[in-house]
């Protein structure tokens, strides 16, 4: 009995001390913060009532102007949330060298679909986006804006048998599903060379593989959200994300799609032929000694994690900022018919393509401001590859703690957007934009690490959007809300509920 006791009382006070060490981490090196509770440390409310931009924006509110950064506890993981935008230029850009990784969850060793180039570190990270960067050329932009144009035609023709279908007296189309059947559309055919077919057959596979993604789920909100916060510490506890089906259905379909394609002889230049053809440029290296090491992004699973995070990136994203700006445009007329006169003044009686898009500046203006105030995430984490001093300051940073990058709070703080609710495109004309800190707009991210897809996922929105104002008028309904009710569930923005627009052809 007294053994027990003594063993109860040991697990306490070890408790106790972990408690202590972890949660009186900022107080002890001076840093400001907020008063942690046990366990969740500053995520009360996470994934229920609040939103990671909630617990962000309360804690940029308490601390920013009052020092460059400020402490939070992410459940068990320590995270400096950086308020001042130097600061945030010297992060990301100029001493980029020690904040390369992004601490976020991957374990290829039991959720192979994890192994990607938004979660790979180092060397590995270094090598696979050296890779990978010649498939986002502009003349590979440019090649594969033909097939989205083509898909855009198809999202026209389903938009008018939607508005057809809709109740004649509203006019009620939901807009968000059919814009992700568009990009799912795109990104089959540009990553896979595979015809998904989603805009004909709303139930087609890959449309339902993209929907399950987001709403199968494999753990609760509470271990997701651990997770995401814990990385290493999930990894090492060999967690997994993604639900079994998901990732077979995706190392399937890769792997059937290089096996046809060998035994075929058949070329598509998308995404999976430049993975092929990394591979076997390695396969030739190592022939020749070159001590290559095929296990760095070149095996069938890593090959099918990097066309994995091309699907959710590009189908989700973008189908979201186009959505949104539909959305806004419904209760600006004034600003929708301006983007509409510009469509037609550059097109005429012509045919949309790569050099015609370049051409429209206010549709740039019009997209920004989507995605200034409905940035896709909430914020950007790097990890503190080593100690660093944060310039004129006591402060080091120690290796291993993440750095937090409030994206969504810096694009709603009103003393940089005066007003920022308000959707105004004009806040992107060139002389606006210059006056502004370069990282007062992070919807991309910035640096060596930015998004390598930014480029893609720009041009399949203005296709979708232009293919759409150019033959529709969209404004709001009984069904419209107004504001719209954002989810707590996921970590990108998405709404709760469907977005419904009323449709009536130009």
């Not at 001076?30 to 924006?57: A, C, S, W, Y």
């Not at 109740?167 to 939901?174: A, I, P, R, S």
């Not at 993604?213 to 609760?220: A, L």
Request: hydrophobic share 40%.
């Amino acid at each position: 009995m007294l053994l027990t006791i003594a063993l109860v009382g040991l697990v306490l006070a070890l408790a106790y001390s972990y408690y202590i060490k972890i949660y009186t981490y900022w107080d002890r090196k001076g840093v400001l913060n907020e008063k942690p509770l046990p366990v969740v440390g500053n995520m009360r409310g996470i994934g229920t009532k609040k939103h990671f931009r909630d617990i962000n924006q309360r804690i940029y509110d308490k601390f920013k102007g009052k020092a460059p950064l400020a402490g939070m506890y992410m459940f068990f993981k320590r995270s400096a949330m950086i308020t001042d935008l130097d600061l945030i230029k010297q992060i990301m850009i100029k001493d980029f060298s020690n904040f390369q990784d992004r601490g976020a969850f991957n374990n290829p060793r039991d959720d192979p679909l994890t192994g990607h180039l938004f979660t790979l570190e180092g060397e590995e990270w270094k090598s696979m986006r050296h890779k990978l960067s010649p498939v986002f050329t502009s003349g590979k932009i440019k090649h594969m804006s033909e097939v989205i144009v083509e898909v855009g035609h198809r999202l026209a023709d389903t938009m008018d048998k939607e508005v057809k279908a809709a109740k004649v007296e509203e006019g009620d189309v939901e807009i968000k599903d059919l814009c992700a059947r568009f990009t799912t559309d795109v990104i089959g055919s540009c990553a896979f060379g595979l015809e998904c077919n989603s805009l004909q057959d709303p139930n087609a596979e890959f449309r339902n593989r993209g929907r399950d993604i987001f709403r199968k789920r494999r753990h609760g909100q509470i271990v997701q959200s651990f997770l995401f916060t814990n990385a290493k510490l999930a990894r090492k506890l060999r967690l997994k994300v993604l639900p079994d089906e998901i990732t077979n259905f995706f190392l399937s379909t890769v792997k059937n799609t290089i096996d046809y394609r060998l035994k075929n002889g058949v070329k598509r230049n998308d995404f999976i032929d430049q993975l092929m053809q990394l591979r076997a440029e390695d396969e030739e290296a190592a022939k020749r000694g070159n001590g290559i090491d095929l296990s760095h992004g070149l095996t069938l699973e890593q090959m099918a994690a990097q066309a994995f995070v091309f699907f959710v990136a590009g189908f989700e994203t973008s189908s979201s900022t186009m959505t949104f700006c539909l959305h806004e445009l419904a209760q600006q007329p004034d600003v929708q018919q301006k983007l509409r006169d510009e469509i037609e003044s550059v097109l005429g009686e012509g045919e949309l393509n790569y050099d015609a898009l370049a051409k429209m500046k206010y549709l740039d203006q019009v997209l920004a401001e989507t995605l200034r105030k409905h940035p896709l995430l909430p914020h950007l984490v790097r990890e503190c590859n080593r100690d660093y001093k944060v310039p004129n300051t006591d402060i080091v940073l120690e290796k291993g703690i993440n750095v937090l990058i409030p994206v969504h709070n810096i694009h709603h703080d009103p003393e940089i957007y005066p007003d920022p609710e308000k959707f105004d495109p004009s806040r992107f004309d060139p002389e606006e934009v210059q006056s502004r800190h370069p990282m007062a707009y992070l919807p991309f991210g910035d640096g060596p690490r930015n998004c390598i897809g930014l480029r893609f996922g720009k041009i399949q929105v203005k296709i979708g959007l232009v293919s759409l104002i150019r033959k529709f008028k969209f404004s709001i309904s009984k069904r419209t809300e107004v504001p719209l009710i954002f989810s707590n569930k996921n970590f990108l923005l998405g709404t709760e509920n469907g977005i419904y627009l009323k449709v009536e052809s130009v």
